[in-house]
C-alpha cells in the first residue's frame, strides 16, 4: 500500500503562480509513474500531468502544457505540480496518484491504484 497527502492548494487570481506537492508514503518502491488529477463537481476526474518515477519523462494535458510543470524528488518521495499563469478554467480539486510500471504515453486513472485526499485550487477571475 501506499499513501500519498496532497498539500498547496489556495485561493488565487488569474495569471497568479501555485505549487502543490505531494508526499508518499509506504510502499513507494512499487511507484514507477507519479502524477496529477484534477476533477470539477459534475465532470470526471480528468489527467493533467504524469512523470515517470525513474526516468524523468514528463507528460502534460493540452490545456495545462506550457502553464504547469510536474516534477519529482524520488529520495525525498515528494511530487511537485508547478502551476502558472492560472486561469479560473484551472479551478478543480487537484489529486496526487501514484502507479506502477506503465509503458504507454496515454494516461487515465485505471493507470493509478493510489489517490490522495485532494487539495482544491480556486482561480479567480
Known amino acids: 500500500q501506499v499513501q500519498l497527502v496532497e498539500s498547496g492548494g489556495g485561493l488565487v487570481q488569474a495569471g497568479d503562480s501555485l505549487r502543490l506537492s505531494c508526499a508518499a508514503s509506504?510502499?513507494?518502491?512499487?511507484?514507477?509513474?507519479m502524477g496529477w488529477f484534477r476533477q470539477t463537481p459534475g465532470k470526471e476526474r480528468e489527467f493533467v500531468a504524469v512523470t515517470r518515477w525513474i526516468a524523468g519523462n514528463t507528460y502534460y494535458s493540452d490545456s495545462v502544457k506550457g502553464r504547469f510543470t510536474i516534477s519529482g524528488d524520488s529520495a525525498k518521495n515528494m511530487l511537485y505540480l508547478q502551476m502558472d499563469s492560472l486561469k479560473p478554467e484551472d479551478t478543480a480539486v487537484y489529486y496526487c496518484a501514484g502507479g506502477g510500471y506503465y509503458s504507454g504515453t496515454d494516461f487515465h486513472r485505471s493507470n493509478f491504484g493510489s489517490w490522495g485526499q485532494g487539495t482544491q485550487v480556486t482561480v479567480s477571475s
Open positions: 509506504g510502499r513507494t518502491f512499487s511507484l514507477y509513474i
